[in-house]
């Protein structure tokens, strides 16, 4: 698809340059970083994250995994 972009010249005189710096058409480099864009995660929108993740502990003081429900976690607590 075919489209027109009106960018101000020192902003197209960067691109122009980057792309010849990395040897890639100006068409090459511009759908990189559009897909580059759209590929990242929205600024407002947090990350998701997972328990495996998390840092782990090793030694005497690791918890497993069974250990890691919120009522395993309040026992250590009070324990």
């Known amino acids: 698809m075919r489209t027109t972009l009106e ?9 122009k340059a980057r792309a010849a710096s990395e040897r890639v058409s100006l068409k090459q480099l511009l759908q990189a970083y ?3 864009g759209l590929n990242a995660t929205p600024a407002g929108e947090p990350r998701k994250r997972s328990a495996a993740s ?3 502990l090793e030694g005497a003081l690791a ?3 069974e250990q890691l429900s919120n009522a395993a976690l309040f026992e ?3 324990a």
């Open 7 to 15: 960018l101000p010249d020192p902003l197209f005189a960067r691109l």
């Open 34 to 36: 559009v897909e580059q």
């Open 54 to 56: 998390l840092p782990r």
């Open 63 to 65: 918890i497993g995994g």
């Open 76 to 78: 250590l607590l009070e």
